[in-house]
Nanobody
Framework: QVELVEFGGGLVQAGGSLRLSCAAS????????MGWFRQAPGKKREFVAA????????SHADSVKGRFTISRDNAKTTVYLQMNSLKPEDTAVYYC??????????????????WGRGTQVTVSS
């Protein structure tokens, strides 16, 4: 069993930056593919970014491409989401997720078996 914890959310002005972190409070993330998803009020959860177990392959949603970057430090079993040029429409609860056995990344939330509780990101205009 892997328990995930997200850090780094908060309130920021449009154009600002935040860095989210995701760590395992139990278990290990070292070879698991990871993803970031978000859910805004009244909207469905959506894919943000994903990274393979090795960190060699990444994918980003078109809405965040060029602004957000996913990365990982397997030595620290931590996954990051660097968010730059934030917009009010980025406001959401951001969730970290891990695939149980797979090292291949996925853009689909149903292919991730472990989830954090989420961290709120609010971007003011």
């Amino acid at each position: 069993q892997v328990e995930l914890v997200e850090f780094g959310g908060g309130l920021v002005q449009a154009g600002g930056s935040l860095r989210l972190s995701c760590a395992a409070s139990s278990g290990t993330l070292s070879t698991k593919a990871m993803g970031w998803f978000r859910q805004a009020p009244g909207k469905k959860r959506e894919f943000v970014a994903a990274i393979s177990g090795s960190g060699g392959t990444t994918s980003h949603a078109d809405s965040v491409k060029g602004r957000f970057t996913i990365s990982r430090d397997n030595a620290k079993t931590t996954v990051y989401l660097q968010m730059n040029s934030l917009k009010p429409e980025d406001t959401a609860v951001y969730y970290c997720a891990a695939r149980r056995f797979e090292e291949t990344m996925s853009r689909h939330d149903y292919e991730h078996q472990y989830w954090g509780r989420g961290t709120q990101v609010t971007v003011s205009s």
